[in-house]
């Protein structure tokens, strides 16, 4: 039994798994990080499984990390901090590493750990009407454990142009970026989602997953090693003054101190 996703297999080995957290625009919990860690474990040891579509329930598909677990952190004592931070790390690495398709279905906005979960998907296809930004640097803080995903996605040069600014920016934008490998109405998100299915159901399940597997080995190493730096720094800038700044002026809805009036 989960509380924050749901997962349905159909008679052809497709697996849904949707962020169920809808009042909350799917915000990324410690359990909702917990459950898609196992559910990507599960699903990748399940020969009846073919193809995995990963989506959101609601208006949004992931608004990035927990408001109440974001503010837990500035209470936390630093090895909190980290291991809170590499729940997130190791669930897109889970994600990451499956071995079978993977294909975002983005039915809404994806902000911060959204754009990570967007950047692990094989193939991702939203609608036309979607917003999506890397917000962590308004806040003080960094986009860290998502990074590796975010710039093997992207490429360094697209990702220099969104990385640090915060702003946000629409489909069209996305897909030239990397992120999204097409835009469509709302009304046809299913048959966008489905044409990258079909093809999967008639592949070797075994070859799949080998050339996705070599397909990792070729582009950018993601690795303990990465995946710890990436900790240590998003760890290092929780004990900012920067960080206590701008997480504090977002719950006190006020200017951080660095914002023009």
């Not at 996703?5 to 962020?19: E, K, M, P, Y």
């Not at 957290?21 to 073919?50: C, F, P, W």
């Not at 995995?52 to 927990?66: Q, R």
């Amino acid at each position: 039994m989960t509380e924050a996703i749901t997962l349905d297999v159909d008679d052809r080995g497709v697996a849904t798994l949707t962020l169920n957290r809808s009042d909350k625009h799917n915000a990324l919990s410690a359990v909702m990080l917990a459950e898609l860690t196992q559910a990507a474990a599960d699903l990748g040891a399940d020969d009846a499984v073919r193809v995995v579509v990963l989506t959101g329930a609601g208006k949004s598909f992931c608004a990035g990390g927990d408001l109440d677990w974001m503010r837990a952190q500035m209470a936390a004592d630093p090895q909190t901090r980290a291991r809170e931070a590499g729940k997130l790390a190791h669930m897109l690495q889970a994600l990451n590493t499956l071995p079978k398709p993977l294909i975002g279905a983005l039915q809404g906005n994806a902000f911060g750990g959204g754009v990570g979960m967007a950047s692990v998907c094989d193939v991702a296809i939203g609608v036309d009407h979607l917003k999506m930004g890397l917000t962590e640097t308004r806040l003080g803080i960094i986009p860290a454990t998502i990074g590796p995903y975010v710039l093997a996605r992207m490429g360094e040069g697209c990702a220099r142009r969104v990385f640090m600014s915060a702003r946000l920016f629409g489909a069209a934008e996305a897909v030239e970026l990397g992120l999204l490998a097409r835009a469509v109405p709302a009304s046809d998100l299913g048959d966008a989602v489905e044409a990258e299915v079909v093809p999967y159901l008639s592949c070797a399940p075994g070859a799949v997953a080998a050339a996705k597997s070599l397909a990792r080995d070729l582009g950018p190493r993601i690795d303990e090693a990465t995946i710890s730096m990436t900790i240590d720094a998003l760890k290092s800038r929780w004990e900012t003054e920067e960080a206590a700044e701008g997480i504090g002026a977002f719950f006190d809805k006020r200017k951080a101190a660095w914002m023009p009036d």
